[in-house]
């Protein structure tokens, strides 16, 4: 199953990056496909907190993302995290 139509998964996602960077909104707040990063980003993340999501996602997924570019190409949204996670 692709990542996005994942629900469970996305789900999984949205509590994890909650809890990374101390956000105060319920896991069930965010939309699938609202920006993560950037000025129309709701969360208003930053690098650290990216940093800090990447760790978290090593952990429990065993995804390692080490390149900056690669990050918040992956991270854009709720979506296109869970289709890196799971491609297929």
């Keep these: 199953m692709k990542g996005s139509q994942d629900t469970a998964l996305k ?3 949205k ?3 909650i809890e990374e ?16 990063f950037g000025p129309d980003a709701r969360l208003e993340l930053d690098s650290i ?17 080490t390149d900056p570019k690669e990050l ?6 709720i979506n296109t995290l869970a289709d890196h996670l799971q491609p297929d």
Excluded: K
């Excluded at 960077?21 to 993560?36: G, H, M, W």
């Design 11 to 13: 789900l999984d996602l």
């Design 15 to 17: 509590t994890l990056i």
């Design 21 to 36: 960077t101390e956000q105060e909104l319920a896991a069930e707040d965010l939309t699938d496909d609202e920006p993560l």
């Design 49 to 65: 907190d990216g940093l800090q999501i990447s760790m978290a996602l090593q952990v429990a997924y065993g995804v390692r993302i």
């Design 72 to 77: 918040m190409r992956v991270m854009q949204s």
